[in-house]
């Protein structure tokens, strides 16, 4: 699958993808991944890309002329890629999100906003919106970072384990079960007796109570999600 991000800070994308899981599926051509710098596309010698707001204010806004050049180029040598805007005002991520992505057929186009965001009418350009959360950052170099990490270990192949995929939380619609590992006894906490008892079927039945049970107290409004099926 193709990923592709627009951003002033290109540098930011190059050691959290050298490395790990997104890394690897970069190197085994799962993924592709291309930074395209904003930069150049900006006005001026100075390769201007904000400006003042109109009508005053703090901050500085992107302007568009910069921003529907480097859509331009991009998605002229990309055709087809689906163009998300982060900002804190789009539709909130989550693993339904994800999925939808993932089924983009030519890859995903990834904006990354800076100072008080963009000028409003280069919004147009765009397929959808997609925010990380209910809080603001600086830039949008994390956030579209975290939307290439959700939808990439989603791509078959990325992890090691498939199982992961089906078993982890939110993806049944339930919080994951709690996990163990050695030792047996740790400052006077022991394993569950059925984790070690080898009786698979047991372990697949407590492991499904304890993330409904899981679920109920810690999120209820997705254990709310899953009873309507
Ligand atoms: N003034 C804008 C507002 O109040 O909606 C916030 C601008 S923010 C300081 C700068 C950039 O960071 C945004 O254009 C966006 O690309 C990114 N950003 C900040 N918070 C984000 C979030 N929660 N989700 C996605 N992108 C975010």
Do not use: C
């Amino acid at each position: 699958m193709e990923f592709h991000v627009i951003t002033l800070f290109p540098e930011m994308f190059e050691s959290p993808f050298r490395g790990g899981m997104i890394g690897r599926a970069v190197e085994q051509g799962l993924i592709q991944l291309r930074v395209h710098p904003l930069r150049p596309f900006g006005l001026g010698s100075y390769r201007q890309v904000d400006d003042a707001p109109y009508g005053g204010g703090s901050g500085m806004v992107m302007r568009p002329e910069p921003l529907a050049a480097a859509i331009d180029d991009v998605t002229g040598q990309h055709p087809g890629l689906w163009k998300v805007l982060m900002t804190p005002q789009g539709e909130v991520f989550g693993h339904a999100l994800a999925r939808e992505l993932l089924a983009k057929p030519r890859g995903l186009l990834l904006v990354a906003g800076r100072y008080e965001g963009i000028d409003e009418r280069v919004r147009s350009l765009f397929d959808q919106e997609i925010s990380i959360g209910d809080y603001v950052l600086s830039g949008g170099e994390l956030p579209a970072m975290v939307v290439i990490e959700a939808v990439g270990r989603l791509i078959p192949g990325v992890l090691g384990n498939p199982d992961s995929l089906t078993e982890e939380s939110f993806a049944a619609g339930t919080l994951e079960y709690p996990q163990y590992t050695r030792p047996e006894e740790f400052r006077g906490m022991r394993v569950p007796e059925v984790l070690l008892s080898g009786d698979h079927g047991k372990v697949r039945e407590w492991r499904r109570a304890e993330a409904e049970k899981r679920t109920a107290l810690r999120r209820p409004d997705l254990a709310r999600k899953s009873s309507r099926g």
